[in-house]
């Protein structure tokens, strides 16, 4: 019932705009305009009491100029395809967005990431999220093992299904692109979530999580929104921390840790949802690489921009004297280091003295 | 050997030579160096021969102040032998004058007068006449008549070269239709093609800048092309002036100084040279350190250096404008527009200048844009006092500083040294009392750094505008650009609109019609800048262009 009344409600927000800031104007011979909200690191500010990066406000305008015809189309098409999904409770995925442009002569998309653009803008400038227009990312949500009960729904029944994260064996669960429906059962003590599918696996391995009663998640690398949404409603709703253990280097500090943190730049309009304020992060930091005397890889050129512009321009790293010490220490070290390098001290080093002894000092850890 | 040589040492050798030594005449030079008066080749030499005609029909009718009708006749004898006859409706000569202008070298009017004029030494209608003798053994066959109270005569000349004198085989009083004007005909050798620098050609540039000429001219294959009067307008009627103080050469000054009857260099100044008062003829003397009262027949060479010295210090207000006639920025532009079919034309008539004394005008128009090839080569078309100017281009002073002129500045290509690449015909006129010309046969201007300095100007002053209408075409064409990739897409905006609000299709045409109102309502305007040319003849246009591929000649003189 409350799903039928929200469809109702994105429908007839996509014809006020079509209606209101389009087709009246045209009527009287004036500009038609849509306005959106610029998605990018310039324009978001963090608050440390919201926890995440809100959009401050400048916003980008499509209309009948050279430079912005072509989207002020596409955004219009891709409304009204999203309108007609809506209405039909079907749902399109990115992919198939991009295709279906196809059939648009001079409108088409000439590659995916241009329609994901044009997405993202619909979803800023209605301030509703992609999956309430309809639209589904390929992409894969993230695993999940250890101490948890996820309560899904049978898609024929209705009927409530327990999935118990303990028995995936050497599996994990798969996080679901949606996860607003799921319920949770833990008694875990701990979210650990994890840079590297690598890392996943040998603690998933040793069974890491029984020994110490926490839930592992996967995020493969930036971690998607699904895997996102699903670690801030697990901890918000179980009261459990999270701990995240990425890579020590710029990508595993400024992108990983931070987008889960407090989401990002480009999705700066639907961060409130997709982030996780609570998450600390546990290692490794580029203290650990010093004190665990772990082996090194030098510093690309990349990697030196990556910290300096992080420095410079995210407000988020800028806001924490402790992170601005730890990219300055990094830089100035000029190397980083993979989790993995922990196994320099054995396999199972980090099961049996990394994680156990970080855990025992909260004062190692970065906000 | 050696007995021989011990003979002549024995007489001094310049005994010998000076048997051999003797004046030579005028026409035996020229016998021998005709090239030097434009006879270099058949093709050439019956372009120059017509050309010496017209030039001379146009000055006397001019200086008559008679609208200028001239019938130019070139009739094909044999493959290498051809029959000129140029006709006008001129002033005529006096019986007594007949044979010397036209059987005596170096003899005229326009020599010792300083004013604007097609033919200036007194040569070319006479070289005609001889070269037509060296090359048939023909005499000329002149006819004039002075009015219709006078009776018309006929002469057939030939040029005693020895002696450089007329000598008459016939002389007789002739029924002629005519009132007044004057008919010469010539045979002579010559070859006949059509293409650049050939007669149709030389008439057709001279008629795009004297629009107040008619010229009924049949060509060797019996085509008759009537180039029309445009205009009843004479030119403004040429006043002849003295020299100007400004770029006098030493030589000249001192026999001006030993010729005068002027009684102290202050009045020698102020009776010998235009634009010279009292007031300046003093500040002259004070800034050469000469005394105003001092007899002319006492300056030494020294004092004549001190004295032109004092002359470039001076100020001295540029010649008068009376002594040239230029063609004018209109005129120019119009006749550029008869035959060439471009999108922008201007004009530029730039102001009186001296160089060594002589006045002169530089005029420049460009016509750009529109049929023309935009891979060739600048076209060129050079006139000295209204007279085109065929041969000798990369010899010429216009071309020079065409060359010079940075036409990257203007929109075009241009590597060093070479003319500009692109859609483009450039004009130079440049009118002066005394054209210098780099040789007799008057092909190519000599470079004075003044006259080249002016027509750099005239060009910059033309290539400016150019600049502007290409930069404002290129924003136009861009704007143009713009506004049909916006248009491209405002469909799709209809068919978007129609399904998000279930409109109906004659709603969604009219969304397509609104947007595009409510675009150029944005966007403005757009300018239409090209050149609407209605005077443009296409039959003028092609006349002298089919060029007939027939072996040699044909790319000789192509610089």
């Given at each position: 019932m409350?799903?039928k009344?929200s469809q109702e409600?994105?429908?007839?927000?996509?014809?006020?705009?079509?209606?209101d800031?389009?087709y009246e104007?045209i009527k009287?011979?004036k500009?038609p305009?849509?306005?959106?909200?610029?998605r990018?690191?310039?324009?978001?500010?963090?608050?440390?009491?919201d926890?995440?990066?809100e959009?401050v406000?400048?916003m980008?305008?499509?209309t009948?100029t050279?430079s912005?015809?072509k989207?002020?189309?596409?955004t219009l098409?891709?409304?009204?395809?999203?309108?007609n999904?809506?209405?039909n409770?079907d749902?399109?995925?990115?992919r198939?967005?991009?295709?279906?442009?196809k059939?648009?002569?001079?409108a088409?998309?000439?590659e995916?990431p241009?329609?994901?653009?044009?997405?993202?803008?619909?979803?800023?400038?209605?301030?509703?999220?992609?999956e309430?227009?309809g639209?589904?990312p390929?992409?894969?949500g993230?695993e999940?093992?250890?101490?948890l009960?996820?309560?899904?729904?049978?898609t024929d029944?209705?009927?409530?299904?327990?999935?118990d994260?303990?028995?995936?064996?050497?599996g994990?669960?798969?996080?679901?692109?949606?996860?607003e429906?799921l319920k949770?059962?833990?008694?875990?003590?701990?979210i650990l979530a994890?840079?590297?599918?690598?890392?996943f696996?040998?603690?998933?391995?040793?069974?890491?999580w029984?020994?110490a009663?926490?839930?592992?998640?996967s995020?493969?690398g930036?971690p998607?929104?699904?895997?996102r949404?699903?670690?801030r409603?697990?901890?918000?709703?179980?009261?459990?921390?999270?701990y995240?253990f990425t890579?020590?280097?710029?990508?595993?500090?400024?992108?990983i840790?931070?987008?889960?943190?407090v989401g990002s730049?480009?999705?700066?309009h639907?961060?409130?949802?997709?982030?996780?304020p609570?998450a600390?992060?546990l290692?490794?930091?580029p203290q650990d690489?010093i004190?665990?005397k772990?082996p090194?890889?030098?510093?690309?050129?990349v990697?030196?921009?990556?910290?300096?512009d992080?420095?410079?321009?995210d407000?988020?790293?800028?806001?924490?004297k402790?992170?601005?010490?730890?990219l300055?220490q990094?830089?100035?070290?000029?190397?980083?280091a993979e989790q993995q390098?922990l196994?320099?001290w054995?396999?199972?080093?980090v099961?049996e003295?990394?994680?156990?002894d970080k855990l025992k000092?909260p004062?190692?850890?970065l906000? | 050997?050696a007995?021989?040589?011990?003979?002549?040492?024995e007489v001094p050798i310049?005994?010998?030579l000076?048997?051999?030594?003797r004046?030579?005449s005028?026409?035996s030079?020229?016998?021998?160096?005709r090239?030097?008066?434009g006879f270099?080749?058949?093709?050439?030499?019956?372009l120059?021969?017509?050309?010496?005609?017209?030039?001379?029909?146009?000055?006397a009718?001019?200086?008559?102040?008679?609208?200028?009708?001239?019938?130019v006749?070139?009739?094909e004898?044999t493959?290498t032998?051809?029959?000129v006859?140029?006709?006008?409706?001129?002033?005529?000569?006096?019986?007594k004058?007949i044979?010397?202008?036209f059987?005596?070298l170096?003899?005229g009017?326009k020599f010792f007068?300083?004013?604007?004029s097609?033919g200036?030494?007194?040569?070319g209608?006479?070289?005609s006449?001889l070269?037509?003798?060296?090359t048939?053994g023909?005499?000329a066959?002149i006819?004039s008549?002075?009015s219709?109270?006078?009776?018309?005569?006929?002469y057939?000349l030939?040029?005693?070269?020895?002696?450089?004198?007329?000598?008459?085989i016939?002389?007789?009083e002739?029924?002629?239709?005519?009132?007044?004007g004057t008919?010469?005909?010539l045979d002579?050798?010559?070859?006949?093609q059509k293409g650049?620098q050939?007669?149709d050609?030389?008439?057709?540039q001279?008629?795009?800048?004297?629009?107040h000429i008619?010229?009924?001219y049949?060509n060797?294959?019996a085509e008759?092309i009537?180039f029309?009067?445009a205009?009843?307008q004479?030119?403004?009627k040429v006043v002849?002036?003295?020299p100007?103080p400004?770029g006098?050469e030493?030589g000249?000054?001192?026999?001006m100084?030993?010729?005068t009857?002027a009684?102290?260099?202050q009045s020698?100044l102020?009776n010998?040279?235009s634009?010279?008062?009292s007031?300046?003829?003093k500040?002259?003397?004070?800034?050469?350190a000469?005394l105003?009262n001092t007899?002319p027949k006492?300056?030494?060479r020294?004092m004549?250096?001190?004295?032109?010295?004092?002359i470039?210090?001076t100020?001295?207000?540029?010649?008068s404008?009376d002594?040239i006639s230029?063609?004018?920025?209109?005129?120019?532009?119009?006749g550029?527009?008869?035959?060439?079919?471009?999108e922008?034309?201007?004009?530029?008539?730039?102001?009186p200048?001296?160089?060594?004394?002589?006045?002169f005008i530089?005029?420049a128009a460009?016509a750009y844009?529109?049929?023309q090839n935009p891979?060739?080569?600048?076209?060129?078309?050079?006139y000295?006092?209204?007279v085109?100017?065929l041969?000798?281009?990369g010899a010429?002073a216009?071309?020079?500083?065409?060359?010079?002129?940075?036409?990257?500045n203007?929109?075009?290509?241009?590597?060093?040294?070479?003319?500009?690449?692109g859609p483009?015909s450039?004009?130079v006129?440049?009118?002066?009392?005394?054209?210098p010309?780099t040789?007799?046969s008057?092909?190519?201007?000599?470079?004075?750094?003044e006259i080249?300095?002016?027509?750099?100007?005239?060009l910059?002053?033309c290539?400016?505008?150019?600049?502007?209408?290409v930069g404002?075409k290129?924003r136009?064409?861009f704007e143009g650009?713009?506004r049909d990739?916006?248009?491209?897409f405002?469909?799709?905006?209809g068919?978007a609109l129609?399904?998000?609000?279930?409109l109906?299709?004659?709603?969604?045409?009219?969304?397509?019609?609104?947007?595009?109102?409510i675009?150029e309502k944005?966007?403005?305007?757009m300018?239409?800048?090209?050149?609407k040319?209605l005077?443009?003849?296409e039959?003028?246009?092609?006349?002298?262009?089919?060029?007939?591929?027939?072996?040699?000649?044909?790319?000789?003189?192509k610089e």
């Amino acid at each position: 019932m409350k799903k039928k009344s929200s469809q109702e409600e994105v429908v007839k927000k996509i014809e006020s705009i079509a209606k209101d800031d389009i087709y009246e104007k045209i009527k009287k011979r004036k500009l038609p305009e849509l306005q959106m909200p610029l998605r990018a690191l310039t324009n978001v500010k963090y608050d440390p009491k919201d926890g995440f990066f809100e959009l401050v406000g400048k916003m980008k305008e499509r209309t009948l100029t050279a430079s912005t015809i072509k989207t002020f189309a596409q955004t219009l098409r891709m409304m009204a395809h999203a309108k007609n999904i809506v209405e039909n409770d079907d749902i399109t995925t990115k992919r198939e967005m991009y295709y279906i442009s196809k059939n648009w002569a001079e409108a088409m998309f000439k590659e995916q990431p241009e329609s994901d653009t044009v997405m993202d803008d619909m979803e800023a400038m209605m301030m509703v999220n992609r999956e309430q227009l309809g639209f589904i990312p390929e992409e894969k949500g993230g695993e999940v093992a250890g101490k948890l009960i996820v309560v899904d729904k049978d898609t024929d029944t209705g009927k409530d299904l327990r999935i118990d994260c303990t028995k995936f064996g050497s599996g994990a669960y798969s996080i679901p692109i949606s996860v607003e429906h799921l319920k949770f059962e833990t008694d875990a003590k701990f979210i650990l979530a994890i840079e590297t599918a690598g890392m996943f696996q040998r603690l998933l391995k040793h069974n890491y999580w029984k020994k110490a009663n926490c839930i592992l998640v996967s995020m493969g690398g930036v971690p998607t929104r699904a895997c996102r949404r699903f670690v801030r409603r697990l901890s918000d709703e179980r009261k459990i921390p999270v701990y995240v253990f990425t890579d020590g280097d710029m990508y595993g500090y400024a992108n990983i840790y931070r987008t889960l943190k407090v989401g990002s730049g480009n999705a700066a309009h639907i961060n409130e949802y997709f982030c996780v304020p609570q998450a600390k992060f546990l290692g490794v930091t580029p203290q650990d690489i010093i004190d665990y005397k772990l082996p090194t890889h030098p510093l690309k050129d990349v990697d030196i921009k990556r910290g300096k512009d992080a420095l410079k321009n995210d407000p988020f790293i800028q806001h924490h004297k402790e992170w601005r010490n730890a990219l300055e220490q990094m830089n100035k070290m000029k190397v980083r280091a993979e989790q993995q390098a922990l196994a320099k001290w054995g396999l199972n080093y980090v099961i049996e003295k990394y994680l156990p002894d970080k855990l025992k000092k909260p004062n190692t850890w970065l906000p | 050997m050696a007995e021989e040589e011990s003979k002549r040492e024995e007489v001094p050798i310049a005994i010998e030579l000076a048997k051999k030594q003797r004046e030579i005449s005028i026409a035996s030079f020229f016998e021998k160096n005709r090239h030097l008066l434009g006879f270099d080749n058949p093709r050439k030499s019956l372009l120059t021969s017509i050309k010496e005609a017209v030039d001379n029909s146009l000055d006397a009718c001019e200086e008559a102040s008679i609208l200028p009708e001239i019938n130019v006749e070139v009739v094909e004898m044999t493959e290498t032998k051809f029959r000129v006859i140029v006709e006008d409706n001129g002033p005529g000569i006096v019986k007594k004058q007949i044979p010397n202008i036209f059987a005596k070298l170096l003899y005229g009017s326009k020599f010792f007068k300083l004013s604007q004029s097609r033919g200036q030494q007194g040569i070319g209608i006479s070289a005609s006449v001889l070269y037509a003798q060296l090359t048939t053994g023909k005499p000329a066959r002149i006819t004039s008549r002075i009015s219709k109270k006078h009776p018309s005569y006929y002469y057939e000349l030939h040029i005693d070269t020895q002696n450089n004198k007329p000598e008459i085989i016939k002389e007789e009083e002739v029924e002629w239709g005519k009132e007044h004007g004057t008919r010469i005909e010539l045979d002579l050798e010559g070859s006949y093609q059509k293409g650049d620098q050939s007669i149709d050609q030389y008439l057709k540039q001279t008629a795009i800048v004297n629009p107040h000429i008619t010229i009924i001219y049949t060509n060797p294959k019996a085509e008759q092309i009537i180039f029309a009067r445009a205009s009843e307008q004479m030119p403004r009627k040429v006043v002849e002036i003295k020299p100007h103080p400004y770029g006098i050469e030493i030589g000249v000054l001192l026999s001006m100084l030993k010729l005068t009857e002027a009684r102290t260099l202050q009045s020698f100044l102020m009776n010998e040279f235009s634009r010279v008062g009292s007031g300046t003829a003093k500040q002259i003397c004070e800034n050469a350190a000469l005394l105003p009262n001092t007899k002319p027949k006492d300056i030494s060479r020294d004092m004549a250096e001190k004295l032109i010295e004092g002359i470039k210090k001076t100020k001295i207000i540029a010649p008068s404008v009376d002594c040239i006639s230029p063609i004018g920025q209109e005129l120019l532009e119009k006749g550029m527009k008869k035959e060439i079919n471009a999108e922008f034309y201007t004009a530029v008539t730039r102001p009186p200048e001296v160089y060594r004394g002589n006045p002169f005008i530089v005029e420049a128009a460009i016509a750009y844009g529109g049929q023309q090839n935009p891979e060739e080569s600048m076209k060129l078309l050079r006139y000295a006092n209204r007279v085109p100017l065929l041969y000798q281009q990369g010899a010429c002073a216009i071309t020079r500083s065409i060359i010079n002129t940075m036409w990257r500045n203007y929109g075009l290509s241009q590597s060093k040294g070479a003319l500009p690449i692109g859609p483009v015909s450039v004009v130079v006129h440049i009118a002066s009392v005394w054209v210098p010309f780099t040789s007799e046969s008057k092909e190519a201007i000599a470079h004075y750094p003044e006259i080249i300095k002016e027509i750099k100007l005239a060009l910059q002053e033309c290539g400016r505008k150019l600049a502007s209408y290409v930069g404002k075409k290129r924003r136009l064409q861009f704007e143009g650009k713009k506004r049909d990739y916006i248009k491209m897409f405002i469909p799709h905006v209809g068919e978007a609109l129609k399904e998000l609000l279930k409109l109906t299709d004659k709603d969604e045409k009219n969304i397509e019609e609104l947007l595009e109102e409510i675009l150029e309502k944005k966007r403005g305007e757009m300018e239409e800048i090209e050149a609407k040319n209605l005077e443009y003849d296409e039959e003028f246009a092609k006349i002298g262009k089919e060029v007939e591929t027939e072996e040699g000649e044909n790319n000789e003189e192509k610089e």
